[in-house]
């Protein structure tokens, strides 16, 4: 995998990786995970397709931007579309998980003409505590438990790093039933390291601006092939509000692979890719 980085309009520098041969695909991660929660998915499709994607600003191997506003996720689809100029990409499937929701869908209020298709995984579109039960009841507690993040992960990053390179943090979860019993765990284990020591000051901006943005007015809009794909105990996107996102868009296909989460390409990887290669050969076809 290539790996480097592009300087976004703003001035802040940002990390991008890309790998495979042929037709584009962009990837829009979601907030606590970068590529390697699409590890599956990519060695199905590296070999038929160039697969670009890209760190947020501030998080994993992007730097901090100067203003912590600019989080925001208008400003993240102006980072892509500096991404897609970068690499002269002028139309491209865009995959795009949780938190990718939102920026895709801003990006195709944008630029409709740059899609060929899109793939939705467990992803947001409206703000982040619609997606939770009794939307009016948990956006104040939303809001109010944002105001401790950043100090707690201070606290607590060094003994949740500790607990995860152990294994029985892992372990704990899939026996709550949290997560798919299939789940890689190597994957799963690298995505929460980088999750625990990201900068938590920048994950919590950028999660009040996901609670603000509300793209679902663009979905009736949308008149290209998309495939959502979704866990059937997904605590952060339910599956109700999955199937109002796929009732919102034409001509969707909506898949819910049992017993995952919020994890789904990692708790039932080849299913999941298996999905989406199928989805890719009707676009061919």
């Given amino acids: 995998m290539k790996q480097g980085s592009f300087t976004s309009r703003d001035g802040t520098l940002l990390a991008w990786q890309r790998i495979g041969s042929g037709p584009d ?40 931007p100067a203003d912590l506003s600019s989080v925001s996720v208008p400003v993240q689809a102006d980072d892509l579309e500096d991404l897609l100029a970068l690499f002269h990409i002028e139309k491209a499937i865009f995959m795009g998980w949780s938190y990718g929701g939102q920026v895709l869908v801003e990006l195709y209020r944008r630029r409709p003409e740059a899609f060929s298709g899109l793939v939705l995984l467990n992803a947001m579109v409206g703000p982040a505590s619609g997606s939770l039960r009794l939307p009016q009841l948990c956006a104040p507690i939303f809001s109010h438990l944002l105001t401790f993040w950043a100090p707690f992960w201070r606290l607590a990053a060094p003994l949740a790093d500790r607990v995860i390179r152990s294994g029985t943090a892992v372990s704990f979860i899939k026996s709550t039933g949290l997560v798919g019993p299939d789940l890689d765990e190597d994957v799963f284990r690298e995505i929460a390291e980088k999750f625990v020591n990201m900068d938590h000051e920048v994950f919590r901006a950028t999660l009040e601006s996901a609670e603000r943005y509300d793209g679902r007015d663009v979905l009736p809009l949308v008149r290209i092939p998309v495939l959502i794909i979704a866990g059937t105990r997904d605590f952060i996107v339910l599956p109700q509000t999955t199937r109002e996102i796929a009732r919102a868009i034409p001509g969707s296909r909506l898949v819910f692979v049992p017993r995952t989460s919020h994890y789904t390409a990692v708790e039932r990887p080849a299913e999941v890719a298996s999905e989406v290669v199928s989805f890719l050969n009707s676009l061919e076809s």
């Fill in 25 to 64: 695909i962009v990837i829009a991660n979601g907030l606590g995970g970068s590529i390697p929660a699409w590890k599956h998915v990519i060695a199905a499709l590296s070999d038929r397709f160039t697969i670009t994607a890209w760190d947020y600003r501030g998080l994993f191997a992007s730097h901090r």
